[in-house]
């Protein structure tokens, strides 16, 4: 069966290119045009991920990714964020949780549908780990914390390159991430099979 996608964005000739390319790379696209039209149309369908824009208007992404993970039934359903516009360091702390990839615009297209199943297989592999924990009675709260953490150490890590000339920049911040991460990994006695080679690593490409 092929994987359902759905991108949100307010711009309709960004929303027709993706769509119709992702169509000839074996995926079911479902668009919307700006993130209230998202959150409704989250309602007949749960794809298996959502591509979604940040500057948006009146409604932006960020607000979009937290209305998104408030509902039950998309909680669970990896987003990929593709914008132009680099996260500040803030945003990375607050929102970069809940977020599972980070593409930038302009975007090469023909890295696209790699980066899609990677992250769809990302989300299953945490999705494994998460059941099993539960199954074995773990702190919900550090549940919480550790798919937390994988997400800020992935685009931390992803948007490196990017980030390494920025002054604001916490050089720290990742390090900090990834001995947490470690230490969490350990108190839950979690090991994770190898992940898949980043189609985009550091974020460097013009994507």
Known sequence: MPQTLLIIDDDPPILDTFSRFLTT???????????????????????????????????????TLLAIRDNPKTRAVPV??????????EEIQKYGGETDDFVMKP?????????????IETNARM????????????????IREYISLQRKVRITQKLS?????????????PSQ??????QLGQELGIVLPPAASDPDPGGRHSV
């Open 80 to 89: 990929m964020i593709v914008t132009a516009k680099l996260p500040t360091q």
């Open 107 to 119: 975007v090469d297209l023909q890295i696209i549908p790699a980066s899609v199943r990677q992250a």
């Open 25 to 63: 790379q074996g995926f079911t696209v479902h668009t919307a045009e700006g993130g209230e039209k998202g959150i409704a149309l989250l309602a007949t369908i749960t794809p298996d991920l959502i591509l979604l824009d940040l500057m948006m208007e009146p409604m932006d992404g960020w607000e």
């Open 127 to 142: 999705t494994g780990v998460v059941e099993g924990l539960r199954g074995r009675g773990a702190d919900p709260d550090q």
């Open 177 to 182: 991430l990834e001995s947490r991460l470690a």
């Open 161 to 173: 390159g990017r980030f390494r000339d920025r002054r604001d920049t916490d050089t720290c911040l």
